[in-house]
């Protein structure tokens, strides 16, 4: 990792008020922790775009957020998230939405509405 990496991501982490260093608790990146739901559609030097596709019921595997990012919703959704500790909220975004995505240790994500939930998500390198 260069050095101009390496301080983007230091001033990345005051921004969001993110602990630097790695938790005991750190799962796996998405595209790493569970290629049957998160895929990799484009990565230069500068970005990463990954498709994220749950099914109805379908819960993906422990994963991090290593970098902040934005998802936008290709349809709507309704997906359970789970953190390490167990704690829980309901996640829900309509077709069209973008919104930003913080840094994340490990959590889970289950699709709990009735549709097939569809996301992308855009992470700067």
């Given at each position: 990792m260069n050095r101009a990496v390496t301080i983007a991501l230091g001033l990345a982490a005051a921004v969001y008020a993110i602990p630097?260093?790695?938790s005991a608790q750190e799962a796996p990146p998405t595209y790493l922790a569970d290629p049957g739901v998160y895929k990799v559609i484009f990565e230069d030097e500068r970005f990463r775009v990954i498709l994220a596709t749950w099914k109805p019921g379908e819960a993906d595997k422990p994963h991090s957020h290593p970098v902040p990012s934005v998802v936008y919703s290709l349809?709507?959704?309704t997906n359970k998230l789970t953190s390490?500790?167990?704690q829980t909220r309901i996640a829900k975004s309509k077709a069209g939405e973008a919104r930003a995505v913080p840094y994340?240790?490990?959590h889970v994500a289950k699709n709990i509405?009735?549709?097939t939930c569809r996301v992308l998500f855009v992470e700067h390198k």
């Open positions: 630097v260093s790695v349809t709507n959704c390490a500790d167990g994340t240790a490990s509405g009735r549709s």
